[in-house]
């Protein structure tokens, strides 16, 4: 299993931007499809977008579409998620995910081949 570490996290205004970034550790990283994820308080965790491994295929959440942007730096062994607009409703802990599995599959993040990072606060708030 790789590690993962998220980063960047913090408090925003409505209308303004943040970005968040996974570190992975171990050269397998890189093997791994890669998601963030989200839950606020009383609401079920949201799978919000990921990345593949091969090809870098990305996929997003409609929540979200056209305001967030995820990427991938192999080099960096990083997976940043790039939020703007952000909205009220954004807020919540961010979590990122990676599994052997594709990001496709309803069971990503539960395989044994899954890690998951700790999680980061994002707070949208005037």
């Known amino acids: 299993q790789v590690q993962l570490v998220e980063s960047g996290g913090g408090l925003v205004q409505p209308g303004g931007s943040l970005s968040l970034s996974c570190a992975g550790s171990?050269?397998?990283?890189?093997?791994?499809?890669v998601g963030w994820f989200r839950q606020a308080p009383g609401k079920d965790r949201e799978r919000v977008s990921c990345?593949?491994?091969?090809?870098?295929?990305?996929f997003y959440a409609d929540s979200i579409k056209g305001r967030f942007t995820i990427s991938r730096d192999s080099a960096k062994n990083t997976v940043d998620l790039q939020m703007n607009s952000l909205k009220p409703e954004d807020t919540a802990v961010y979590y990122c995910?990676?599994?052997?599995?594709?990001?496709?599959?309803?069971?990503?993040?539960?395989?044994?081949?899954?890690?998951w990072g700790q999680g980061i606060q994002v707070t949208v708030s005037s």
């Open positions: 990345i593949r491994s091969r090809r870098g295929d990305t």
């Open positions: 171990g050269d397998t990283f890189r093997l791994h499809d």
């Open positions: 995910a990676a599994d052997l599995l594709s990001c496709n599959s309803t069971f990503f993040g539960s395989s044994l081949s899954s890690s």
